[in-house]
């Protein structure tokens, strides 16, 4: 069983930036390897459903944002180490949320669509 962990929410003042790491460890029942999946960031706020962010391929040629965020935050992977970043930047209030980092067989925004998550870390912007 793959477990993710994910680090680095806080409180922040608008304009500011935090880095979120999410840690992968254990083993797919399937033998793939963290590499292997797609790694999304997604967001949500009480009382709505999860949203995507950003994606990143297995092998971080590719990713993909959310037009909220293009341009402030940026997504990295360090296969080595199993461990996928989000690098936020100009945080605005509304980016206050529970960030949750997910693993899909699958290129895909969809929530639905990823089989492992983690527990989730606050980020919380302030004016």
């Known amino acids: 069983q793959v477990q993710l962990v994910e680090s680095g929410g806080g409180l922040v003042q608008a304009g500011g930036s935090l880095r979120l790491s999410c840690a992968a460890s254990?083993?797919?029942?399937?033998?793939?390897?963290?590499?292997?999946?797609?790694m999304g960031w997604f967001r949500q706020v009480p009382g709505k459903d999860r949203e995507y962010v950003a994606l990143i391929s297995g092998n971080g040629d590719n990713s993909y944002y959310d037009d909220s965020v293009k341009g402030r935050f940026t997504v990295s992977r360090d296969n080595a180490k199993n461990i996928v970043y989000l690098q936020m930047n100009s945080l605005k209030p509304e980016d206050t949320a529970v960030y949750y980092c997910?693993?899909?067989?699958?290129?895909?925004?969809?929530?639905?669509?990823?089989?492992?998550w983690g527990q989730g870390t606050q980020v919380t912007v302030s004016l």
């Open positions: 254990g083993r797919a029942e399937s033998g793939r390897t963290f590499s292997s999946y797609t």
């Open positions: 997910g693993a899909s067989w699958l290129w895909s925004i969809y929530g639905s669509n990823y089989d492992y």
